[in-house]
Nanobody, 126 residues
Framework: QVQLVESGGGLVQAGGSLRLSCVASGRTISSYAMGWFRQAPGKEREFVAVISWSGGYLYYADSVKGRFTISRDNAKNTLYLQMISLKPEDTAVYYC???????????????????WGQGTQVTVSP
């Protein structure tokens, strides 16, 4: 059984930083693109960032480009999201996800991902 468990969320002031982690079990994630998504209250889940299975390709939503950095440690089966210069509009539940297909470089749509974590809350105060 595949499990993805996020951690690292919390309450931070605008301009602050957080680092999210996502630990996978039941699946070796090294062959799969991994993504971060977020969902604010009353809004649809949206794409934040994706990293290819090798870590050689990164892609970000325009809203986080230059402030967020996605990375992975395949030896630890762990995905990360470093967030700096946080804004109140970054407030959301953040989810990590594993792509459905092995060796696909990247994806930005939620239905491309087959496994999801339970989410971690990030709240940015003004």
């Amino acid at each position: 059984q595949v499990q993805l468990v996020e951690s690292g969320g919390g309450l931070v002031q605008a301009g602050g930083s957080l680092r999210l982690s996502c630990v996978a079990s039941g699946r070796t994630i090294s062959s799969y693109a991994m993504g971060w998504f977020r969902q604010a209250p009353g809004k649809e889940r949206e794409f934040v960032a994706v990293i290819s299975w090798s870590g050689g390709y990164l892609y970000y939503a325009d809203s986080v480009k230059g402030r967020f950095t996605i990375s992975r440690d395949n030896a630890k089966n762990t995905l990360y999201l470093q967030m700096i210069s946080l804004k109140p509009e970054d407030t959301a539940v953040y989810y990590c996800a594993s792509h459905r297909q092995r060796a696909v470089v990247a994806g930005t749509k939620t239905d491309e991902y087959g496994y999801w974590g339970q989410g971690t809350q990030v709240t940015v105060s003004p």
